[in-house]
């Protein structure tokens, strides 16, 4: 896969200005939340304020009639799809790629009741289950892997696509939805997406196409802002999980679906007279606890057998969104360790090939193509063990006095425990029974409590400001942009917040190119643990005190 450069970057980035659309803009709901982490006391305050914007997703997805109905009808195409002896494959990149895979074990795990159909339930991500634990850069602009992909999971005619893409603009997603079309003309895949078909329609003429394509069914799932900007792992793959696996789950029942969201939010919702809601803020000790081992670098695992994919999405997923630093691989001696890493104590053995096939529920997918496969073949995929057997390979890089502590996510009866055993601080969350003994649903709502957790951490940690992701990694396309248009945003409240006039502050700014240019040099020599933004607004901080002189 070679390697991009600015100069391809700048002739294609009017495609990927995407500021416009909701998901990338700012929540009001939570303008506040890294001042609100930032004291102790108020740690419980954040999570109560993440636990609002969970709130009013779900308040729109159940107010969204039209999503409802088409949700309704994609569960009678799922049925069709089953009882025709075919399969229903779900695809995505990043965060819908991991919902994906995770909708594929879910089914396996009995999300699916009938096991004849349990298999026939198929996932795959930009980048295969490789890109699983370790986010591929690049891999969503490429649209030619996203038609090899689906090829390489034996999708035929006869076969049903659902390509989940938060955002609606995905190259990756949207080249393997379209390559549906042509590949099982018989059934017509859907679109699922969360941002107004006018914005996207106007943005990227690629989303416009796939919205005006009448061979494809759409489902539009705006649920406004993100929690925080841009960072479409929290409210828009709730949203579009809850969506896909309820349609997945009750194929043969779709008048089910309203009564499980209805019940789902009835459960989180706290801003009703209702004895059975849940409170974010009970993870507050247990935050600030995670918080405190991140500042000290510690070291430590998280240890799930109830909540293998959902633990895991949250925890690699805070790579890419704060710049912490990925799960190392033990295929090279000199990879920046990770200070969190996933262990499944109930893999068959303490094998790197049990702990994904656990983790998966079958053996890992790997990509063999020449010019991925350092990065995406079974090699690479088993770098990484998540059995037991990470417990002696991180004490032997790390010593074993770093590698004693483990966060603990358990089901417990019908309540979801956090806990630090070595501290003797745990969160308890009592669910509804109801809840608590469904597959999809409790795993949803572990998804919200562990999305808010970690990102209260991140915001104890100063890793972003107000709801600013001050600290995303530029790894692709959409995130240059989103990078590039963060640099902009906090140079102006920098220097205004210094006294600076509108004038002096547009002529200070830097150009779109010039931005970008600096983001492609720094990505080449900045470690990943470090703040690409805020090193590029801290070389242009100095240019106003030249722009308010010469305006004098």
């Given at each position: 896969?070679?390697?991009?450069?600015?100069?391809g970057?700048?002739?294609?980035?009017?495609?990927?200005?995407?500021?416009?659309?909701?998901t990338?803009?700012?929540?009001?709901?939570?303008?506040?939340?890294?001042?609100?982490?930032?004291?102790?006391?108020?740690?419980?305050?954040?999570?109560?304020?993440?636990?609002?914007?969970?709130?009013?997703?779900?308040?729109?997805?159940?107010?969204?009639?039209?999503?409802?109905?088409?949700?309704?009808?994609?569960a009678?195409?799922?049925?069709?799809?089953?009882?025709?002896?075919?399969?229903?494959?779900?695809?995505?990149?990043?965060?819908?790629?991991?919902?994906?895979?995770?909708?594929?074990?879910?089914?396996?795990?009995?999300?699916?009741?009938e096991?004849?159909?349990?298999?026939?339930?198929?996932g795959?991500?930009?980048?295969?289950?490789?890109?699983f634990?370790?986010?591929?850069?690049?891999?969503?602009?490429?649209?030619?892997?996203?038609?090899?992909?689906l090829?390489?999971?034996?999708?035929?005619?006869?076969?049903?696509?659902?390509?989940?893409?938060?955002?609606?603009?995905?190259?990756?997603?949207?080249?393997?939805?379209e390559?549906?079309?042509?590949?099982?003309?018989?059934?017509?895949?859907?679109?699922?997406?969360?941002?107004?078909?006018?914005v996207?329609?106007?943005?990227?003429?690629?989303?416009?196409?796939?919205?005006?394509?009448?061979?494809?069914?759409?489902?539009?799932?705006?649920?406004?802002?993100?929690a925080?900007?841009?960072?479409?792992?929290?409210?828009?793959?709730?949203?579009?999980?809850?969506?896909?696996?309820?349609?997945?789950?009750?194929?043969?029942?779709?008048e089910?679906?309203?009564?499980?969201?209805?019940?789902?939010?009835?459960?989180?919702?706290?801003?009703?007279?209702?004895?059975?809601?849940?409170?974010?803020?009970?993870?507050?000790?247990?935050?600030r606890?995670?918080?405190?081992?991140?500042?000290?670098?510690?070291?430590?695992?998280?240890e799930?057998?109830?909540?293998?994919?959902?633990?895991?999405?949250?925890?690699?997923?805070?790579?890419?969104?704060?710049?912490?630093?990925?799960?190392?691989?033990?295929?090279?001696?000199?990879?920046?360790p990770?200070?969190?890493?996933?262990?499944?104590?109930?893999?068959?053995?303490?094998?790197?090939?049990?702990?994904?096939?656990?983790?998966?529920?079958?053996?890992?997918?790997?990509?063999?193509?020449?010019?991925?496969?350092?990065?995406?073949?079974?090699?690479?995929?088993?770098?990484?063990?998540?059995?037991?057997?990470?417990?002696?390979?991180?004490?032997?890089?790390?010593?074993?006095?770093k590698?004693?502590?483990?966060?603990?996510?358990?089901?417990?009866?019908?309540?979801?425990?956090?806990?630090?055993?070595?501290?003797?601080?745990?969160?308890?969350v009592?669910?509804?029974p109801?809840?608590?003994?469904?597959?999809?649903?409790?795993?949803?709502?572990?998804?919200?409590?562990?999305?808010?957790?970690s990102?209260?951490?991140?915001?104890?940690?100063?890793?972003?400001?107000?709801?600013?992701?001050?600290?995303?990694?530029?790894s692709?396309?959409?995130?240059i942009?989103?990078?590039?248009?963060?640099?902009?945003?906090?140079?102006?409240?920098?220097?205004?917040?210094?006294?600076?006039?509108?004038?002096?502050?547009?002529?200070?700014?830097?150009?779109?190119?010039?931005?970008?240019?600096r983001?492609?040099?720094?990505?080449e020599?900045?470690?990943?643990?470090?703040?690409?933004?805020?090193?590029?607004?801290?070389?242009?901080?100095?240019r106003?005190?030249?722009?308010?002189t010469?305006?004098?």
């Amino acid at each position: 896969m070679s390697e991009p450069t600015i100069e391809g970057y700048l002739a294609v980035a009017s495609h990927f200005q995407l500021g416009r659309l909701p998901t990338e803009c700012s929540n009001p709901i939570t303008r506040n939340l890294s001042q609100l982490c930032s004291n102790p006391e108020t740690v419980p305050e954040a999570l109560h304020t993440l636990q609002k914007a969970d709130i009013f997703a779900l308040q729109s997805l159940l107010n969204n009639e039209v999503a409802l109905q088409q949700t309704e009808s994609l569960a009678r195409d799922v049925h069709s799809t089953l009882e025709q002896g075919f399969k229903v494959v779900c695809e995505g990149c990043g965060a819908t790629g991991r919902l994906s895979l995770s909708l594929e074990v879910f089914a396996k795990e009995g999300m699916v009741e009938e096991p004849e159909y349990q298999s026939r339930v198929l996932g795959f991500m930009a980048g295969g289950d490789a890109a699983f634990i370790r986010s591929i850069e690049a891999f969503e602009d490429r649209v030619e892997y996203g038609r090899k992909q689906l090829h390489e999971i034996g999708f035929t005619d006869g076969d049903l696509l659902l390509a989940i893409t938060e955002g609606g603009e995905t190259p990756f997603v949207i080249a393997a939805c379209e390559e549906a079309v042509a590949v099982s003309p018989s059934r017509r895949p859907y679109f699922l997406y969360c941002n107004p078909d006018d914005v996207l329609c106007e943005v990227a003429e690629r989303s416009k196409r796939v919205i005006e394509n009448s061979a494809i069914h759409k489902i539009n799932l705006t649920v406004g802002p993100m929690a925080i900007t841009g960072s479409t792992r929290m409210q828009a793959t709730t949203v579009q999980i809850l969506i896909a696996g309820l349609a997945i789950r009750h194929h043969a029942h779709p008048e089910r679906i309203r009564s499980d969201l209805a019940a789902l939010l009835a459960c989180v919702d706290d801003s009703v007279t209702n004895t059975h809601s849940i409170s974010y803020s009970a993870l507050a000790p247990f935050t600030r606890l995670e918080a405190e081992l991140y500042a000290a670098k510690e070291y430590f695992v998280y240890e799930t057998t109830d909540f293998s994919v959902t633990t895991m999405t949250d925890t690699t997923e805070r790579a890419p969104t704060f710049s912490m630093p990925p799960f190392e691989t033990y295929l090279h001696s000199n990879d920046l360790p990770s200070q969190v890493y996933l262990m499944l104590p109930d893999a068959a053995e303490p094998t790197a090939a049990a702990g994904w096939e656990r983790l998966l529920r079958r053996p890992p997918r790997a990509l063999e193509w020449e010019a991925t496969s350092q990065r995406t073949g079974m090699a690479a995929i088993l770098g990484y063990d998540i059995s037991c057997g990470i417990q002696k390979k991180r004490a032997g890089r790390l010593g074993a006095e770093k590698t004693k502590l483990k966060a603990i996510v358990a089901l417990d009866k019908n309540a979801i425990v956090l806990s630090f055993p070595h501290a003797n601080v745990s969160a308890r969350v009592e669910l509804e029974p109801r809840i608590a003994q469904d597959k999809l649903l409790v795993n949803v709502v572990a998804k919200m409590l562990l999305n808010a957790h970690s990102t209260a951490v991140m915001g104890i940690l100063q890793r972003y400001e107000g709801n600013v992701m001050t600290w995303v990694r530029p790894s692709n396309n959409k995130l240059i942009d989103r990078a590039a248009r963060y640099v902009k945003l906090l140079l102006s409240r920098r220097w205004e917040s210094q006294g600076a006039d509108e004038a002096s502050i547009q002529k200070a700014l830097p150009s779109y190119e010039a931005i970008c240019t600096r983001i492609y040099e720094m990505r080449e020599t900045v470690p990943t643990d470090q703040p690409i933004v805020l090193l590029v607004v801290a070389e242009y901080m100095p240019r106003i005190s030249v722009a308010a002189t010469a305006t004098c």
